[in-house]
T-cell receptor, first 115, second 113 residues
């Protein structure tokens, strides 16, 4: 119930294309869903996050779509650029959880944007 | 200001040795988390500190793992009698309060030979 399942494991997109990464969860108590971006040798950095009271959040070229009934959320990267090539992690946490707001992470998606 | 820093950046040790990994959180951040990132895996929660409260150790994989946080700031993760399966990148994160954005350090890459 604590798992967050992420797909695909890897993704190759042409420059200018749309990158889509999907995540699914089981625990309906989760109420915070961030996406992190990680470059090699660096720690993850928050990209965008959503709470379940909205179905979509957009920040620049990055959009989270959230489907509460399906317990799924996805990251869309519009006009993908070579600089977007990185590993992306979805995560979830819940207010009041035993471990504070420790994040439960998906296993990551390695995105390569070809020029 | 400075972000989360971790030291050392790389640590190679022999099986059975003890290691200490250090995390300096962002100044003023009351919450501190340790995660482990293994090859091909996501990030796995290990332990959480919030202010002066007792730490939540529910993610520690065995009693060989322990952590402390001194003065509400710097934290040390200790792994005793290291095993090869402990090889991973150990990441520290801090946040200004509960339920706020977590800022990650660059991690310590631990290799157990």
């Amino acid at each position: 119930q604590q798992q967050v399942k992420q797909s695909p494991q890897s993704l190759i997109v042409q420059k200018g294309g749309i990158s889509i990464i999907n995540c699914a969860y089981e625990n309906t108590a989760f109420d915070y869903f961030p996406w992190y971006q990680q470059f090699p040798g660096k720690g993850p950095a928050l990209l965008i996050a959503i709470r379940p009271d909205v179905s979509e959040k957009k920040e620049g070229r990055f959009t989270i779509s959230f489907n509460k009934s399906a317990k799924q959320f996805s990251l869309h990267i519009m006009d993908s650029q070579p600089g977007d090539s990185a590993t992306y992690f979805c995560a979830a946490s819940m207010r009041g959880a035993q471990a504070g707001t420790a994040l439960i992470f998906g296993k990551g998606t390695t995105l390569s944007v070809s020029s | 200001g400075a972000g989360v820093s971790q030291s050392p950046s790389n640590k190679v040790t022999e099986k059975g040795k003890d290691v200490e990994l250090r995390c300096d959180p962002i100044s003023g951040h009351t919450a501190l988390y340790w995660y482990r990132q293994s090859l091909g895996q996501g990030l796995e929660f290990l332990i959480y500190f919030q202010g002066n409260s007792a730490p939540d150790k529910s993610g520690l994989p065995s009693d060989r793992f322990s952590a402390e946080r001194t003065g509400g700031s710097v934290s040390t993760l200790t792994i005793q009698r290291t095993q090869q399966e402990d090889s991973a990148v150990y990441l520290c994160a801090s946040s200004s309060r509960n339920f706020a954005e977590q800022f990650f350090g660059p991690g310590t890459r631990l290799t157990v030979l």
